[in-house]
C-alpha cells in the first residue's frame, strides 16, 4: 500500500473546492445554529440560490459574473425574509421545518422542465464562471505542492488553485466576519436569544428582528459557498443540491466545534480528510489483496459506515467538538 | 445588605392611610391602572379584573390561590401574552398591544417563575446584556469596535457594581448555568436592574430558594423600593407578603376579590375563604349543620315522595 499516495489524495481533498464550500455552509450554519439556537434544516436553499444566482444571472439574463456575486447578498437575504417572517415569530421547530421543506421545493423548482429555458431544468446551467477564470493567475498544468523532502502534498489545477486561493481567502474573511460580531453586544444578544428569547425580551430585545439578521447572515454565508460550489465545477445542477448537504454541513459544523469560529472550518477540512482517507485505503487495501472480503463497488458505502461510526464515538466522548468548550457543553446538559 | 430606610418606608405606607381596603380603590399616585382586562384560555376565564390601580413607589404584593390567574395577569402586563379585551395604562401611557420588549423599554421590566438565567453566557455577560440603548447591539455598529467600546466600559462598570451588591462579584466569569437556583433569582433581579425600570414586576422572587438565601432577597426587593422603583410581585408565602408588601392585591379564578394592607388582609373573610377553598354557606355551628342536613332529607324525601306518586 502506498501511504505517501494515500496521504497526499486525503490532503488535496481535505484542502479541496469541496471543503471550501462546505466551510461556508457551516460558518452559516454556526450564525444560525451555534450562536443564536435557530435550526435551519435548508441550507442548501441558500446555497442554491448564491450558485443560480450566478449561473442564471450570467447565462439566462447575460448579467455580468461581478454583478451576479453581488446580487447573491440580495437574493440570499430575500429568501432568508421569506423563511424567517412567518417562523421567527413561532416555536423554534417552525422554522426546521419550513426551511427543510424550502430547501427541497428550490431544487424541484429549479429541476422542473417548464422553466428549462430559465434555469436549465435537470441538466442544469454550465460553463458561466468565464470572467472569473480569466482573472486566473495561475498558468500550466496540475501542480503538486509537497511538504519539504517527501512526496506527501497536495495536487490541484491551475483552476482550481484560483478557486481555492479566492475560496479559502472568503472562508477567511467570512471567519474575521463572524469574530468580530460575536465578540460585539450584538453578538452576546444572539447568544442570549439562543439561551432563552423570553428572558431577552424582558430586557428589552427585539428578538425577531435580531432572528431575521441571523438568518440572513447566515444564508448570505451559504450563499456565497454556493457560488464557489457552482464555480468550482463550472456547473451546477439541481440534484447535486439536495437535502444531504445540509447535515453534511452540520457534521461538519459539530465536528469542529460549534459556537467556535474556526469549528465549521476545521469541521470541514477534517471530515473531508477522513472520508477520503477512509475511502483511498480502502481501495489501496483491495488493490494490494490486503484486504479481500470488499469489492471497490462497496468501498463507498464501508466508507461512509467506518466515517459515521467514527463521528458517533466522537460525539461520545467529545460532544463539544474537536475545539469545543467543554465547561460550556456541561452547563447546557444540566440546564 | 442595610435594613430598610424606615423613611422611605413610611412614605410608601403613607401613601395608603385612608385608601379603603376594597377590590379597584383609586391610588394616591397610581404608576399602573388596569380596566376590564380579560384572558380567555377556550372556556376557561383566567383573567377577568375590572379595575385595578398600582401605588407608585410602594411594593404591591399579588397573592391568590394556585390557578389565580396571577401568572397570565402579569404577562398580559408585560406583554407576554394579549388581551382579549381591556386596556392599561402605565405612567399614563397605553400598553396594550404592545410588544414585551418595548413595555420593557418603557421601564416596566419583569423577571420569571422559572428563572431564566442564560446558561452559557457568563455571569457578567448576562447582566451586560441588560442595558438598553446599546450602541454595540446594532448589526453594522457592532463590527466597528470604537464605536461602542467606550460604552461598554462604562456597562461593565455598572455590572460589575451590581454584581457586587447582590453578592455575586466571585461568579462574574463563570457560566451562569454553573449558579444555584437562589444565585440564578438574584441574577435575574440584577439583571432586570441593569434595565433601570421605573417599575418591576417579579413573578415569585422566593420560589425554589432555600430558606437562608430568602431574607437576603427580601432585603433586595425592599431595597428597590428605598432606590425610588415601584414593586409588583406574585407570592405565596404570606409571612413574606407580611414582612415587605406595603399593600396587598388578592386574586381568585382570574379576579380582584380583595385589596388592602397586609393586616386588613390577613383578617379578610373573602380571602380565607378563596385561599381554604371554603363556601359562604358553610355551616358555622353543629345546630345550623343539624338544620341544613334536615333541610336536605326533607327535600330528598319530598322528591322520591313526588316520583312514586
Known amino acids: 500500500m502506498d501511504w505517501q499516495f494515500i496521504l497526499s489524495v486525503s490532503l488535496t481533498t481535505a484542502f479541496g473546492p469541496q471543503a471550501v464550500v462546505f466551510s461556508l455552509a457551516a460558518i452559516g450554519l454556526n450564525v444560525h445554529f451555534g450562536y443564536t439556537g435557530l435550526v435551519n434544516f435548508g441550507q442548501v436553499g441558500f446555497l442554491a440560490v448564491g450558485a443560480y444566482t450566478v449561473a442564471m444571472g450570467v447565462d439566462t439574463f447575460g448579467l455580468s459574473f461581478w454583478l451576479c456575486v453581488f446580487l447573491t447578498f440580495l437574493t440570499a437575504s430575500v429568501l432568508a425574509l421569506v423563511l424567517g417572517v412567518p417562523t421567527l415569530r413561532l416555536r423554534a421547530d417552525y422554522l426546521a421545518i419550513v426551511t427543510i421543506a424550502s430547501g427541497e421545493i428550490i431544487r424541484l423548482v429549479l429541476r422542473a422542465a417548464r422553466f428549462r429555458a430559465t434555469t436549465g431544468g435537470a441538466a442544469g446551467i454550465q460553463n458561466f464562471a468565464g470572467d472569473f477564470f480569466d482573472l486566473n493567475p495561475f498558468t500550466g498544468g496540475r501542480k503538486a505542492l509537497n511538504f519539504p523532502g517527501t512526496d506527501i502534498g497536495v495536487t490541484y489545477s491551475a483552476n482550481q488553485l484560483w478557486v481555492l486561493f479566492v475560496g479559502w481567502s472568503i472562508v477567511a474573511l467570512a471567519c474575521l466576519f463572524v469574530y468580530l460580531l460575536v465578540r460585539s453586544p450584538w453578538g452576546r444578544v444572539l447568544k442570549a436569544i439562543r439561551e432563552d428569547e423570553d428572558a431577552v425580551r424582558s430586557l428589552g430585545k427585539n428578538v425577531y428582528v435580531y432572528k431575521l439578521q441571523s438568518l440572513a447572515i447566515g444564508g448570505v454565508i451559504g450563499g456565497i459557498g454556493g457560488i464557489v460550489f457552482a464555480v468550482s465545477r463550472q456547473s451546477v445542477v439541481p440534484d447535486s443540491l439536495g437535502t444531504a448537504l445540509t447535515f453534511f454541513a452540520y457534521v461538519a459544523l459539530v465536528l469542529g466545534g460549534a459556537a467556535r469560529v474556526f469549528g465549521p472550518v476545521l469541521g470541514s477540512i477534517v471530515f473531508f480528510f477522513l472520508s477520503a482517507f477512509v475511502d483511498v485505503a480502502l481501495r489501496e487495501a483491495i488493490d494490494a489483496d490486503v484486504i479481500n472480503f470488499l469489492v471497490g463497488s462497496e468501498v463507498g458505502v464501508v466508507r461512509n459506515i467506518l466515517v459515521g461510526g467514527g463521528l458517533m464515538t466522537l460525539m461520545v466522548f467529545r460532544p463539544q467538538g474537536i475545539i469545543g468548550d467543554k465547561s460550556e457543553v456541561a452547563v447546557s446538559v444540566r440546564r | ?309
Open chain 2, 1 to 309: 445588605m442595610s435594613g430598610a430606610d424606615p423613611s422611605v418606608v413610611s412614605i410608601a405606607q403613607a401613601a395608603f392611610v385612608g385608601v379603603a381596603p376594597e377590590p379597584g380603590v383609586a391610588k394616591l399616585d397610581a404608576i399602573l391602572v388596569v380596566d376590564e382586562v380579560r384572558r380567555r384560555f377556550g372556556g376557561l376565564t383566567a383573567v377577568d379584573v375590572e379595575h385595578v390601580e398600582v401605588q407608585r413607589g410602594a411594593i404591591t404584593a399579588l397573592i391568590g390561590p394556585n390557578g389565580a390567574g396571577k401568572t397570565t395577569f402579569f404577562n398580559l402586563l408585560t406583554g407576554f401574552d394579549r388581551a382579549d379585551s381591556g386596556r392599561w395604562q402605565f405612567e399614563g401611557r397605553e400598553l396594550v398591544g404592545v410588544p414585551a420588549h418595548r413595555v420593557a423599554r418603557h421601564g416596566m421590566v419583569r423577571t420569571f417563575q422559572l428563572t431564566k438565567s442564560l446558561a452559557r453566557l457568563t455571569v457578567l455577560d448576562n447582566l451586560k446584556l441588560g442595558a438598553t440603548d446599546q450602541r454595540g447591539e446594532g448589526f453594522f455598529a457592532s463590527l466597528v469596535r470604537p464605536l461602542w467600546h467606550a460604552q461598554e466600559a462604562d456597562i461593565e462598570a455598572r455590572a460589575e457594581d451590581l454584581l457586587g451588591q447582590f453578592n455575586l462579584g466571585h461568579m462574574r466569569d463563570e457560566y451562569a448555568g454553573s449558579l444555584s437556583g437562589g444565585q440564578r433569582k438574584l441574577l435575574e433581579m440584577a439583571r432586570a436592574l441593569m434595565v433601570q425600570p421605573t417599575m418591576v414586576m417579579l413573578d415569585e422572587p422566593m420560589a425554589g430558594v432555600n430558606p437562608a438565601l430568602t431574607q437576603s432577597l427580601l432585603g433586595h426587593v425592599k431595597q428597590l423600593r428605598e432606590d425610588g422603583m415601584t414593586v409588583m410581585f406574585v407570592e405565596h408565602d404570606m409571612d413574606v407578603v407580611h414582612d415587605i408588601s406595603d399593600w396587598v392585591i388578592v386574586m381568585s379564578e382570574g379576579r380582584v376579590i380583595a385589596e388592602g394592607t397586609p393586616e386588613q388582609i390577613s383578617s379578610n373573610d373573602d380571602v380565607i375563604d378563596a385561599y381554604l377553598g371554603a363556601h359562604h354557606d358553610a355551616p358555622l355551628t353543629a345546630a345550623e349543620e343539624q338544620a341544613q342536613l334536615a333541610e336536605i332529607h326533607a327535600a330528598i324525601e319530598q322528591a322520591v315522595g313526588e316520583a312514586d306518586g
